[in-house]
């Protein structure tokens, strides 16, 4: 195992030393690169993982790779920072973790950040949803529902994230909250956000940038992922004049991600009973859009439904549209309560949209 070098060495540049990953770095197929040890490289295509050929020299060459890519970034890696998380300049993420975390040798992980935006005639090619769904996310944007997209780990929650801020109307003031800014949007008044984790001796967490958005005159504001006692702070964001956010978060089911806003919400806010938490989350999140990655590595949305507001012990949920194996995606026939409150005048949604044997089709 090589040893990290000592402080005070000679920077390098990080490209200089990427030539077993470099072409990896250009393909535009690969979205992710894995690196466990000098000579194991794993590459991302389509949601499937595969093993390449591609291997550094040695442990040596690796481990300048891994310091450059660090210093890159300025930041530090040894034995009492043996991990990073960070934005490289292109927008890239990258994870790095070194001994003694990792075992047996250090690990880097790149998720490759693509300038381009994906329009959704290439989502819809590629069997992320259909023309009836995307035309209702249309209209739930416009209509300023608050929308939670939930789902596992590279199931496709930031891409679906940017697809609906595309819906976003031009004249709207738009604040974006990020850990990293992976957000692409096309508004043109907005302002993008970054957690930091140090800044000299003070941190700032998206609860902090969260509270000083609201004095920000955002008409929406847009989470990357809500993941702590922040939580609470966005459901008084969209309970007052800020209609229409959005944010993401880790969840199974449409269930589970209520579920999960619940706890992250009573561990801001313990001393308010459950049951208050509970209406306050109903009343406030109006659609949750659940994505998931199939096995065969296809990111799609496999159910999109409406949260209702009476409450008891648990969430009352309807399911709007699914994704239903070797059938396809489908309408259920429900016919969300938003449709026929009347509180939405200029909502293009007939109860008759919502038939499963209505169909649609979009011009480009």
């Known amino acids: 195992m090589a040893n990290l070098p000592q402080k005070g060495a000679a920077p390098l540049d990080w490209k200089n030393e990427a030539g077993p990953i470099r072409k990896f770095l250009n393909d535009i197929s690969v979205t992710e690169i894995m690196i466990n040890r000098y000579d194991r490289v794993f590459v991302e ?28 970034v300025g930041r530090e890696l040894n034995r009492r920072n043996p991990f990073l998380d960070a934005k490289l300049a292109d927008g890239s993420r990258i994870n790095i973790v070194v001994p003694p975390i990792s075992i047996e040798a250090p690990a880097v992980t790149i998720r490759k950040f693509s300038p381009v935006m994906i329009h959704y005639n290439n989502l819809i090619h590629h069997g ?10 249309n209209q739930a944007v416009l209509t300023r529902l608050n929308i939670v997209v939930s789902g596992g780990t590279g199931s496709g929650k930031t891409t679906l994230l940017n697809l609906l801020s595309q819906f976003i109307p031009a004249r709207e003031r738009i604040v974006t909250i990020e850990d990293t800014c992976e957000l692409q949007l096309s508004v043109k008044n907005q302002v993008k956000m970054e ?14 940038l969260l509270k000083n958005s609201l004095r920000m005159r ?16 966005m459901l008084v964001a969209m309970n007052t004049g800020h209609d229409g956010s959005m944010s993401t978060l880790h969840a199974n089911s449409a269930h589970d991600a209520l579920r999960r806003i619940e706890a992250m919400v009573l ?18 999140i109006n659609i ?15 159910e999109i439904v409406e949260v209702l507001e009476n409450v008891g012990e648990s969430y009352r949920t309807e399911r709007i549209f699914e994704f239903v194996p070797d059938k396809g995606f489908r309408s259920t026939g429900y016919i969300p309560k938003f449709v026929t409150s009347g509180k939405h005048p200029k909502l293009k949604l007939s109860p008759d949209f919502f038939n499963p044997e209505h169909k649609i089709k979009l011009t480009a």
């Open 288 to 302: 949750i859009v659940q994505a998931a990655r199939a096995h065969d590595g296809t990111r799609r949305i496999v």
């Open 267 to 284: 561990r801001g806010a313990n001393d308010v009973p459950v049951s208050s938490v509970r209406q306050d989350i109903a009343s406030t």
């Open 128 to 137: 992320a949803f259909d023309e009836k769904m995307l035309y209702f996310l």
């Open 195 to 208: 957690c930091r984790s140090s800044v000299g001796e003070v941190q700032f967490d998206i609860k902090d």
């Open 45 to 72: 295509r389509k949601g499937v993982i595969e093993e390449t050929e591609g291997k550094f020299d040695n442990p040596e060459h690796f481990m300048r790779f891994v310091m450059a890519l660090a210093v890159s």
């Open 218 to 233: 955002p008409d929406r504001i847009i989470i990357g992922e809500v993941r702590g006692g922040e939580a609470l702070d």
